[in-house]
């Protein structure tokens, strides 16, 4: 799954590598949790917008926002056929950009109850985009305000995510995200752009528990642990 991410590149360097027209003004993120805002680009009339969603899909005939703290990632291998998701596959997909995201792994030490938080990144420090949904919802019977969410893609890892969790979110390249976006695209184009990323693009490293908190949002988040710190994981 993919359950936190994290943003700190500034608008303008964002603007450039997404050739969008404009981005929401945000503050630098590195502890970005479900029920937070993130920033979605979408293809609205033909050009590509960048605006905050809500983390966590509500599906336009859910009674109320809760339905969406279990709706931060969609499998990309049944997205298509699940209710809450299929509209929004077929007519409401997003690009998320990100610098990195996090993944815990279970320990290896038996009895050891801690997991070990580690940010993935590119392995070039470039920003990238996860493959999105997307929906527009409006409390029922109300004139309340619509509210605009957002689930993340997930697929089978590949060999730089593997050793940590069995998957990991939907990246989009950039000559691809043209054609993510688009409302012409087949199914079975949308079926090879949610492959697991090609190996060799994403690196890792420990980080500090202090990201367990969703409420914490520092750059110690993605503060790489010193190789003397102790851990429970074994994996090289």
């Not at 184009?189 to 908190?213: C, H």
């Not at 969703?214 to 190789?227: H, N, R």
């Amino acid at each position: 799954m993919c359950g936190r991410i994290t943003l700190s590149t500034p608008a303008a360097r964002l603007i450039e590598l997404f050739q969008l027209t404009d981005f929401p003004r945000m503050d630098p993120h590195y502890n970005i949790a479900p029920t937070h805002l993130v920033i979605c680009i979408r293809s609205q009339e033909n050009e590509k917008q960048a605006i905050p969603m809500r983390w966590g899909l509500v599906p336009s005939w859910a009674k109320d926002l809760s339905i969406g703290n279990r709706m931060i990632n969609a499998r990309s291998e049944t997205a298509a056929e699940k209710p809450s998701f299929r509209k929004a596959w077929t007519h409401r997909r997003c690009l998320i950009p990100v610098d990195g995201f996090y993944e815990w792994e279970k320990p290896a030490k038996p009895g050891s109850k801690q997991k070990q938080p580690w940010l993935i990144h590119a392995a070039d420090n470039t920003p990238f985009v996860l493959a999105g949904l997307w929906e527009s919802w409006q409390p029922p019977e109300s004139t309340g305000e619509t509210v605009l969410t957002c689930s993340i893609l997930t697929t089978s890892a590949n060999a730089d995510m593997s050793p940590i969790h069995d998957r990991m979110p939907v990246i989009i390249p950039p000559e691809h995200h043209a054609t993510w976006l688009s409302a012409s695209t087949t199914t079975s184009q949308l079926t090879e752009l949610t492959q697991p990323a090609a190996d060799g693009i994403l690196t890792r490293y420990r980080v500090s528990t202090a990201v367990n908190k969703a409420t914490f949002d520092s750059p110690e988040c993605i503060a790489p642990l010193a190789d003397t710190e102790s851990t429970d994981l074994q994996l090289f």
